[in-house]
């Protein structure tokens, strides 16, 4: 089993609907939980980071968190065709110390 | 805002040649990271760093050394190149927090050819 799994896509949205991109990892003490947009041929730019269990809140995004069910989401709200991107979710498990990343969705926002 | 700057954008070797990649980073970071991304394949951790002359394999570190002798310098080192290393290159930094986000460099496009 991969430590961090995502759904790789392609997943298609229309423009001002709700995008949700989902991620499970398998290290129940996991600490630490990353989303990442990456535009095709630049390099990973953080989006959201979130710690503990409930949702987070930033802008037209938000990220949730169910420790218990072992899994990561985001929300984007309000999809604009600036969101298409693959989104990558990264994951610090405990005693490793080192980001794990999942392979990243593809996500499309169709106008 | 933390800058990570890598050396080249896009680089052309030939088969055997001998490699470096170059990473620097302005936040006087503790660790550094180098990752290679292949498509289907995600980030894939080739070394890292979590001190000036400290090193530890990451996932992937066949085929690759690196070097670090000063703080804020992170280097890649491909020995003897070959055309399965053709891949993007990624180096990343965080701060003394291992649960610290990463922030990563623009990348570098190697082909080997």
């Known amino acids: 089993q991969k430590e961090v799994e995502q759904n790789s896509g392609p997943l298609s949205v229309p423009e001002g609907a709700i995008a949700s991109l989902n991620c499970t990892y398998s290290d129940r003490g996991s600490q630490s939980f990353f989303w990442y947009r990456q535009y095709s041929g630049k390099s990973p730019e953080l989006i959201m980071s979130i710690y503990s269990n409930g949702d987070k809140e930033d802008g037209r995004f938000t990220a949730q968190l169910n420790k218990a069910s072992q899994y990561v989401s985001l929300l984007i709200r309000d999809s604009q065709p600036s969101d298409s991107a693959t989104y990558l979710c990264a994951v610090t498990p405990r005693g490793n110390e080192k980001l794990t990343f999942g392979t990243g969705t593809r996500l499309t926002i169709i106008p | 805002d933390v800058k990570v700057t890598q050396s080249s954008r896009y680089l052309v070797k030939r088969t055997g040649e001998k490699v470096f990649l170059e990473c620097v980073q302005d936040m006087d970071h503790e660790n550094m990271f180098w990752y290679r991304q292949d498509p289907g394949l995600g980030l894939r951790l080739i070394y890292f760093s979590y001190d000036v002359k400290m090193k530890e394999k990451g996932d992937i570190p066949e085929g690759y050394s690196v070097s670090r002798e000063k703080k804020e310098r992170f280097s890649l080192i491909l020995e003897s190149a070959s055309t399965n290393q053709t891949s993007m290159y990624l180096c990343?930094?965080?701060?003394?927090?291992?649960?610290?986000?990463?922030?990563f460099g623009n990348g570098t496009r190697l082909t080997v050819t």
């Open positions: 990343a930094s965080t701060g003394f927090l291992w649960n610290s986000p990463l922030h």
